[in-house]
């Protein structure tokens, strides 16, 4: 079984719909990260946690909310999504050494 | 602001032989850990190495090594006896606290045959 899942895997939705995009991991970590990749732009840090009651902003928050509901859970919103908002969203988390562990990935359309 | 900068967008390399990624950093901190990660079209992200700072041996794992230049800040990554499993985008990543990470805007990488 995979340490860090996400679902959806796909999502098509609608601009001002509000989504949620949902990540476990049984890595045991308590530092978990959101990010979103697009084409030629690498990935950027939306927010990250290290723990329920640690959230942080990260380079590109606006648009976006999480909720840390457990240290093996980490789901980020959109509460009113919009076009630009379409991309491929990672979850990770972190070893002590720093290195990050992703899940699969969301791809998420707006229309 | 810290920025990692990977200045080849495409590479190509024949199978069997040796290829070199280019990643540089830009950081006022003495203390800090660099990564490179590949996603292959799965588009899964998997570590391939990782760097600490403080250490001025280079990292290697099996045929992946790096060039660490902290002076320059420089990361290069070296794949030896390249296989066609090794095309993928390569991206390469810092991070000082463990806090944030930065990525750089990879480098699509393809074996030939």
């Known amino acids: 079984d995979a340490d860090v899942t996400q679902t959806p895997r796909n999502r098509i939705t609608k601009t001002g719909k509000r989504i949620m995009l949902e990540c476990s991991q049984t890595k045991g970590h308590d530092r978990m990260y959101w990010y979103r990749q697009d084409p030629g732009l690498g990935l950027r840090l939306i927010y990250y946690?290290?723990?329920?009651?640690?959230?942080n902003k990260g380079e590109i928050s606006d648009g976006y909310s999480v909720s840390r509901q457990a240290q093996a859970k980490f789901s980020l919103s959109l509460e009113s999504a919009i076009p630009n908002q379409t991309a491929l969203y990672f979850c990770?988390?972190?070893?002590?050494?720093?290195?990050?562990?992703f899940g699969p990935g969301t791809r998420l359309l707006v229309l | 602001a810290q920025t990692v900068t990977q200045s080849q967008p495409e590479m190509s390399v024949q199978e069997a032989e040796t290829v070199t990624l280019s990643c540089t950093y830009d950081?006022?901190?003495?203390?800090?850990?660099l990564f490179w990660y590949k996603q292959p079209p799965s588009r899964q992200m998997i570590l391939v190495i990782r760097q600490e700072a403080y250490k001025q041996q280079n990292a290697t794992e099996n045929r992946f090594s790096v060039n660490f230049q902290k002076a320059a800040k420089s990361f290069s990554l070296k794949i030896s006896d390249s296989q066609l499993g090794d095309t993928a985008m390569y991206f390469c990543?810092?991070?000082?606290?463990?806090?944030?990470?930065?990525f750089g805007t990879g480098t699509s990488l393809t074996v030939i045959p």
């Open positions: 946690s290290f723990d329920v009651k640690d959230i």
């Open positions: 950081t006022s901190e003495n203390n800090y850990y």
């Open positions: 990543a810092f991070t000082e606290t463990g806090n944030q990470f930065y």
């Open positions: 990770a988390t972190s070893d002590p050494s720093g290195a990050q562990y």
